[in-house]
């Protein structure tokens, strides 16, 4: 079994900044892709950033340069850095982590971001 605890959400004026944490504990494995999806109100999920146990990252384009993905492994927690936000940022963040040899996918809570003035 395997928990996600994030943090970090609120609400912030367009051209504020937030950084989001998510802590897994539990059942871990070394190898693991992690990171965020967002859901707006009447939309689909979406990934938002992801990072691998290697450093990888990748980010959805419409975040591309605002946001900022960064891992501590030691303290199994990856960090979602986002600047320069905009009302259409806002959504509920999930935090997420992928396991290997079958073991699917974990899932946090979702904290509430707002951007709004």
């Known amino acids: 079994q395997v928990q996600l605890v994030e943090s970090g959400g609120g609400l912030v004026q367009p051209g504020g900044s937030l950084r989001l944490s998510c802590r897994a504990s539990?059942?871990?494995?070394?190898?693991?892709?992690m990171g965020w999806y967002r859901q707006a109100p009447g939309k689909q999920r979406e990934l938002v950033a992801l990072?691998?146990?290697?450093?990888?990252?990748n980010y959805v384009d419409a975040v591309k340069g605002r946001f900022t993905i960064s891992g501590d492994n030691a303290k199994d927690t990856v960090y979602l850095q986002m600047n320069t936000l905009k009302p259409e940022d806002t959504a509920v963040y999930y935090c997420?982590?992928?396991?290997?040899?079958?073991?699917?996918?974990?899932w946090g809570q979702g904290t509430q971001v707002t951007v709004s003035s």
């Open positions: 997420w982590r992928h396991h290997p040899y079958g073991h699917g996918d974990s």
């Open positions: 539990g059942q871990l494995f070394s190898i693991y892709s």
């Open positions: 990072i691998t146990n290697t450093g990888s990252t």
